[in-house]
């Protein structure tokens, strides 16, 4: 599990990553985290493993030879991959969507005290973006 300080990349405000995910497709690089989230190539080494900055987080995405057998059992539990940190969950829908990322859960109120959007990735892992409202208990 990794945290960040953020990253000032497709929302508005800080942006925070509390997971890491492993990719089946060739190359690493994922278009949705690098293009249309907007996180930044940080490295890439020959055509299986590459780091993706969110602030000051480094995500490595590393190339497996099998389809990531996680994928159907998130998709079936409604659990996630990455969980993304954000200061404005209505503004990083909609930058997410004049990106031409579709949502796979609109930006929503949870009863834990997080506004939340959900979107999948190139081979399906699927990433939440969550904003903190007032009055958490953690916060």
């Known amino acids: 599990m990794t945290s960040s300080t953020g990253n000032r990349g497709i929302g508005h405000g800080d942006i925070e990553c509390h997971h890491t995910a492993t990719y089946d497709e060739p190359g690493p690089i994922n278009t949705v985290l690098h293009e249309k989230v907007g996180l930044t190539l940080a490295f890439q080494y020959e055509d299986f493993y590459a780091g993706i900055r969110a602030g000051n987080q480094l995500l490595h995405l590393k190339l497996v030879d099998r ?22 969950a209505a503004a990083t829908a909609a930058a997410l969507k004049s990106n031409g990322v579709p949502l796979l859960k609109d930006v929503h109120d949870t009863s834990w005290g997080t506004r939340e959007l959900a979107i999948k990735d190139d081979p399906g892992h699927i990433l939440y973006f969550g904003e903190h409202r007032e009055g958490r208990p953690d916060r």
Do not use: R
Request: charged share 40%; glycine share 4%.
């Open 67 to 88: 389809k990531d057998t996680s994928i159907e059992f998130v998709d079936k539990g409604e659990h996630f991959h990455l969980y993304f940190e954000t200061d404005d």
